[in-house]
């Protein structure tokens, strides 16, 4: 059957450190859901990391399945089969626990496609006895409302510790009835329970040098996004961004302690034959010993020709020295995030870097020898106007005359995204822009970005908007979701596959509109999340909303 679909690799399995255990001996089973193909889903660091850690248990057996190809979905639908997990091919319905990593909003028809081919009720009320219970957990969960329908709990924040506790309840015979297996779960901190949790305080791992990490992480067969190793240096960022939902969510700052992640790394390239390891984290330039750790493992692994790679670096403080360990092996481009194109603009929204030190720090770059420089920016933010928009425009253009002065092999590229107002960050309240006022500001952009040397790419207004409208949605958004299913959405993150004309006909049909969901909030408006706690409060944030940090 696999020959008669694309990258027939995505549903084989059997790669290089995967597990596989005894079925039978096992007294739980997850499956970890992603809502994406293969090839994403596997470069997902959490996804490894609860590999590893469930596995690691004696009596726990964690597998693996993926959002299947519209093609391969057909397939599974006219054959009458299920969807089944990589390792054991055990239909998903068998599992004890069907676990489905949130990472994007547009992944949420996937979640119904997998659930349906699974053979599983969408909807938590209608599920039996005898059925998995479904979990959902990571960045989306901040605010799970428009999918809670679906799901029987949640984890809110970092799941290293909490996992292991729902493990235990899960175990434990006595608790034989779903229901109460959901209220011994709603006893545990961090965990999510519709219909039975009234408040909810994110977890966190507190200790990160000693939290579980797998150093024996899944080899993909076909490339992934991320085809390469990677080692966690720390978790949060202390900028305070104010459209950042990961900066605020993920808070406090933790560091792994540099000998500990110089063994994993060891570990990591020894177990995996990766010729590329990444440090990441949201913001690696804050890593306490960065200049250090980057230069002592480019100098280990430069004679194996392994490449280190630092994704996430703030540009005002990139130094020379670190740009020229990143590049010892092989030239690359290096990505910058103005975010927006003039101070008076950056200082609204907190993004504490002046003109200055972007263009010290893309000097910089250029003088190592890197010719490819992406500036990622956002339309829309709050009090944009179009001087902020040429002042962008400006600022490309200024960096790439100054590339011409290193090299006649120069390319910048501008990414242009639209600014989503997400939860529990500073700007939760601010409305979000239309799909007219984002094709404007587009169009704006590339009429006044003169120099066409310079590549210009954005992102789909129609998919921004629908982003924007799960982002903060409610629960009245979950038979939305199951009409544009229906009607044949599916892989809406993938431009290719989007159809924005199924999402307006299933808003219409349940008679919802979904600009509504756009629209400002006043600080005292009731907001679907409130009761989830991320350790900031509401007030904290609003005052953070007009200054430049709490």
Sequence with gaps: ?????????????????????????????????????????????????????????????????????????????????????????KPIQEFNVVGFSLGHELTYTNIVTMLKLGGLPLYSKERGEKD??????????????????????????????????????????????????????????GVYVPGISQKVTKR??????????????????????????????????????????????????REKKMETLLQQADALLTNTGHDELSL???????????????????????????????????????????????????????????????????????????????????????????DAVKLYFMIGLPTETDDDLAGLCALADRIYQLGRTYTKRVRVTVNLSTFVPKPHTPFQWERQITIDETLAKQRFIKQQLANKRIELRWHQAEASFLEGVFSRGDRQ???VIEKAWELGARFDAWSEHFKFDLWQKAFVECGLDPASYLAAKSETSPLPWDYIDTGISKKALFNAKDKNSL
Aim: net charge neutral; charged share 25%; aromatic share 8%.
């Design 280 to 370: 990441i984290s949201l913001s690696s330039s804050d890593y306490s010993r960065i200049d250090e750790l980057a230069r002592t493992l480019a100098k280990k692994y430069a004679p194996q020709r392994i490449n280190i790679s630092l994704p996430s670096l703030r540009i005002n403080s990139f130094s020379v020295k670190l740009a020229k360990e990143v590049a010892r092996v092989r030239s690359s481009s290096i990505t910058l995030a103005p975010e927006a194109g003039t101070q008076r603009l950056r200082d609204v929204i907190g993004k504490k870097m002046t003109e200055e030190e972007i263009i010290e720090g893309v000097k910089a770059v250029f003088a190592e020898g890197i």
């Design 477 to 479: 958004l979950s038979k």
């Design 1 to 89: 059957m696999l020959e008669n679909v694309q990258k027939p690799s995505r549903y084989v399995g059997n790669e290089l450190n995967a597990v596989h255990k005894d079925w039978d001996k096992a007294t739980l089973k997850f499956v970890l859901a992603y809502p994406d193909t293969y090839e994403i889903g596997m470069s997902n660091l959490g996804l490894q990391i609860l590999y590893h850690i469930l596995n690691d248990q004696a009596d726990v057996l964690a597998e693996r399945v993926f959002a299947p190809w519209p093609d391969r979905e057909e397939q599974l639908k006219s054959q009458n089969e299920k969807l089944k997990s990589l390792e054991s091919l």
């Design 204 to 253: 966190y791992v507190k200790e990160l040098t000693t939290a579980p990490y797998p150093l024996h992480p899944i080899v993909p067969f076909i490339e992934a996004i991320h085809d390469r190793a990677a080692v966690e240096i720390m978790r949060g960022c202390k900028w305070g961004c104010k459209f950042c939902q990961a900066g605020w969510t993920y808070l406090p700052v």
């Design 132 to 189: 998995p219970l479904v979990l959902g957990g990571g960045p989306c969960a901040f605010n799970p409302e428009p999918v809670a329908d679906f799901f029987d709990f949640f984890v809110i924040g970092e799941a290293e510790e909490v996992l292991l506790e729902i493990v235990a309840v899960l175990s434990n015979g006595k608790r034989v009835t779903r229901n109460e297996q959901k209220l011994a779960l709603a006893g545990i901190p």
